[in-house]
């Protein structure tokens, strides 16, 4: 029913910017939270970035300054612009909605930054 359906993933060097693109399908969309989760080989997965139904986003501490998050009600779509990347930032990143205790993840898109 709840479908997330992530693209823009890929290759890129160091310094180099990717735009992430999660289109929601099966829930209203604009009464819900949306964030971008990450998991690199043997780590936990981690909070990226999320935005609220009102449009207020928080950063993990690593992306701040580089990130920006962001969506479009109408489109049913979030996104995520990723600059100035890093070899760190290497990982699969999924895309999440919530709403109190409904929690809904993406298949989740590879981004590798490398020389």
């Known amino acids: 029913q709840v479908q997330l359906v992530e693209s823009g993933g890929g290759l890129v060097q160091p310094g180099g910017s990717l735009r992430l693109s999660c289109a929601a399908s099966g829930i209203i969309f604009s009464i819900y939270h949306m964030g971008w989760y990450r998991q690199a080989p043997g780590k936990q997965r981690e909070l990226v970035a999320r935005?609220?139904?009102?449009?207020?986003?928080n950063y993990a501490d690593s992306v701040k300054g580089r990130f920006t998050i962001s969506r479009d009600d109408a489109k049913n779509t979030v996104y995520l612009q990723m600059n100035s990347l890093r070899p760190e930032d290497t990982a699969v990143y999924y895309c999440?909605?919530?709403?109190?205790?409904?929690?809904?993840w993406g298949q989740g898109t590879q981004v590798t930054v490398s020389s």
């Open positions: 935005i609220t139904n009102g449009g207020r986003a």
């Open positions: 999440n909605a919530a709403l109190g205790a409904l929690d809904s």
